[in-house]
């Protein structure tokens, strides 16, 4: 990778997008939209949205399973983190985790979830498969 380098191109995702995953693929750019709480999957060759769900109040962040069927994404204002199945975009999971988290990634050895919260701790979830 050269940095020094780009291509120039904008994709119409929608408002205020704040984090960004690839599908293992390649195919599909996960993006949160922080101001309306959405996760969106969009399609990078046909450049266009083609799943969206809300997940609460100001998705932040959002970190995808190793075998990518299922996204993980923190809500800061609504305090929680939400599982959300790739397949089909369906919410699977949403839990109160701590005051603003902030932060997430997926450890894919052991399958657990790692949240980081506004205030200074660390919450760690055992994940089960996307059913």
Excluded: M
């Excluded at 075998?67 to 923190?74: K, R, Y």
């Excluded at 932060?103 to 894919?108: K, N, R």
Aim: net charge positive.
């Amino acid at each position: 990778i050269s940095l020094g380098t780009w291509e120039k191109e904008l994709l119409n995702v929608g408002p205020n997008p704040r984090a960004l995953v690839l599908s293992p693929d390649d195919s599909i750019l996960y993006v949160t939209l922080n101001s309306s709480g959405k996760v969106i999957a969009f399609d990078l060759s046909r450049k266009k949205v083609i799943h969206s769900v809300k997940t609460g109040s100001a998705s932040r962040s959002l970190a995808l399973s190793s075998d990518g069927s299922a996204l993980f994404v923190v809500n800061f204002f609504s305090d929680t983190f939400s599982k959300v199945r790739t397949s089909d975009f369906k919410v699977l999971q949403t839990v109160k985790v701590c005051d603003e988290p902030i932060g997430v990634t997926y450890e894919p050895l052991y399958k657990r979830t790692w949240v980081a919260c506004y205030g200074g701790s660390i919450k760690v979830f055992s994940d089960s498969p996307a059913q």
